[in-house]
């Protein structure tokens, strides 16, 4: 149950932060406006919580982990948000990048 919370978990940073970020993007460089903006900065500091919530103590692991996540999540929300149709080596960078995070998150540890 545990890595199954800790997936939930990086789903829903991912989704604040990239999500704020794409709501800043859209308020500065789309005009539209400063409402945009406000949104992206309350979703952006709701990622900073979430990722308090993951069961592994360490800062440093749970970050590094996310940012695997983030790059996936990036290009999936560009594809199902934006229309961008990444190639093939978008997509082994991402799955790169998700191997990654399963090796720093659920790799068996001593002690």
């Keep these: 149950m545990t890595v199954a919370r800790s997936l939930v978990l990086f789903v829903l940073a991912a ?3 990239i999500g704020g970020a794409w709501l800043v993007w859209q308020g500065f460089r789309e005009h539209r406006g400063l409402w945009w ?3 992206g900065v309350l979703a952006l500091g709701a990622y900073g919580f979430v990722a308090t919530f993951q069961p592994d103590p360490n800062f440093g692991r749970i970050l590094a982990a996310y940012g695997g996540v983030f ?10 948000v934006d229309g961008f149709r990444p190639d093939r080596w978008d997509v082994v960078g991402a799955a790169v990048c998700l191997l990654g995070v399963a090796v720093i998150m659920y ?5």
């Design 15 to 17: 989704l604040a932060e």
């Design 37 to 39: 903006i406000a949104g």
């Design 71 to 80: 790059v996936a999540g990036s290009l999936a929300w560009g594809v199902l």
């Design 107 to 111: 790799a068996p540890r001593s002690g």
